[in-house]
C-alpha cells in the first residue's frame, strides 16, 4: 500500500521533535524535570519563636502548604550564632529542608568562627523575603536625641558608654564604624538580645543596635528612643526616623536581609520556581505586608540572582570592617 507523502513528512517531524525533546530531558537535571515539592517542605530557622523572621517564616509558610498542596513545617534552632540551625540545614542534604534566616547569622562567620562546620558554598539562595529593620536606641534619659549628638557624647565622654549588639555581621559593622569613627565604647556581651533589650530600658546599656522589633515594646512603653535605623531606607512602621546615613553616618548602613536558601544541588531553574512562588503568595495576600511592617521588617520578595548579589555586597562590607578592625579570616 502506497503511503502519501504528506503523511510521511508529518511522521518524520513527529520523530524528529520527539528525538529533540528526548535529548533536551537528558540535559535537564531529574530533579528540575519533577515536580516540587514530593512531601512536607522544613524550613529551619537560626531565630526562636516570636523574632521577625519567625514570624515571617510561619505566615509565609501557612500560605505555601496551601499552594504546593504540602506540609510546610517550621523549625526553630536558634543558638551558636546561627551554626545550630545552619549545621541542621546542612547535614540534612535534602532539596525539601530550606533554611530561613537573616543574612547577619553567618556573613561573619569566617572573620568569627575557625572551624566552621559547613562553607559559604552550603547555602544556595533562593528568595529574598524581607529586610528586618534594624535600629540603633538608647535609654530615654540620655540626653542625645540624633546620631550626631551621640557621637559628641562619646567623645566627651571615652570609655564610659556602654553599647551591646546582636553578634554577626551587625556586631562587625558597628565595630567597624566606632573604630573609623575614633569612638571607645565598651561592648557588653549577651547571648539572649532580649536581655540586652530590657537592660537597655533599665539604663544600665546606653547603646544598642539591634532588631527594631526587640526594642518596640520598650519603645511604645517610653523606656528607650530610636535614633536611626541602619537600613537603606526608612522604616515604614516609624517614617519620622531617620536613616543613619540621612543621619550622617553613612557608614554604619547595612541591610537585614532575611531570605530562604536550598542546598548547593538544588538547580536553579528549581530556585526561580521557588522564589516565584515567594513572591505570589506574598504579593497576593495583603496580611504578609501588614504584619511585616507591624513587626519592624520591610517586605522585599527577590530572587535568586538578586538575592546573591545583596549577600556578596554584605560580604564586601564586612570584609572591609574586619579589615579595618585588624581581623583576619580565620
Request: glycine share 8%; hydrophobic share 45%.
Amino acid at each position: 500500500m502506497r503511503i502519501p507523502m504528506n503523511r510521511l513528512r508529518f511522521a518524520a517531524s513527529v520523530a524528529a521533535l520527539a528525538a529533540a525533546m528526548s535529548v533536551w530531558a537528558g540535559l535537564v537535571p531529574a530533579s528540575a524535570q519533577q515536580a516540587w515539592p514530593t512531601r512536607s517542605v522544613r524550613f529551619i530557622l537560626t531565630l526562636g519563636p516570636g523574632s521577625g523572621t519567625d514570624i515571617g517564616g510561619r505566615l509565609l509558610s501557612d500560605r505555601l502548604a496551601k499552594k504546593w498542596g504540602q506540609p510546610v513545617v517550621i523549625e526553630n534552632k536558634p543558638g551558636g550564632d546561627g551554626i545550630v540551625a545552619i549545621s541542621a540545614f546542612v547535614g540534612a542534604k535534602d532539596d525539601h529542608v530550606l533554611l530561613m534566616t537573616p543574612t547577619s547569622s553567618f556573613i561573619a562567620h569566617p572573620w568569627v568562627h575557625a572551624n566552621r562546620p559547613y562553607q559559604p558554598s552550603d547555602l544556595a539562595p533562593i528568595a529574598r523575603v524581607s529586610n528586618t529593620i534594624i535600629g540603633i536606641s538608647v535609654p530615654v534619659d540620655l540626653p542625645v536625641n540624633s546620631m550626631k549628638e551621640l557621637v559628641d557624647l562619646a567623645r566627651v565622654k571615652p570609655g564610659e558608654l556602654n553599647w551591646a549588639g546582636v553578634t554577626g555581621a551587625l556586631d562587625f559593622n558597628f565595630s567597624g564604624w566606632l573604630k573609623n569613627n575614633n569612638l571607645d565604647m565598651k561592648k557588653v556581651p549577651y547571648r539572649n538580645p532580649v536581655e540586652a533589650g530590657n537592660d537597655l530600658a533599665a539604663k544600665r546599656v546606653q547603646v544598642y543596635e539591634s532588631a527594631v522589633a526587640i526594642a518596640q515594646p520598650h519603645i511604645q512603653a517610653g523606656k528607650i528612643k530610636l535614633l536611626a535605623v541602619v537600613n537603606t531606607a526608612r522604616a515604614p512602621i516609624y517614617p519620622n526616623v531617620p536613616t543613619v546615613a540621612e543621619a550622617g553616618q553613612p557608614g554604619l548602613t547595612i541591610d537585614g536581609l532575611v531570605g530562604l536558601f536550598g542546598p548547593p544541588t538544588m538547580p536553579l531553574e528549581l530556585r526561580r520556581k521557588i522564589a516565584a512562588d515567594v513572591k505570589e503568595v506574598m504579593e497576593s495576600d495583603p496580611i504578609i505586608k501588614d504584619r511585616l511592617t507591624a513587626t519592624a521588617q520591610v517586605f522585599a520578595p527577590g530572587g535568586p540572582e538578586e538575592f546573591a548579589k545583596a549577600i556578596e555586597a554584605q560580604r564586601a562590607l564586612i570584609a572591609r570592617n574586619a579589615k579595618d578592625l585588624g581581623i583576619a579570616e580565620k
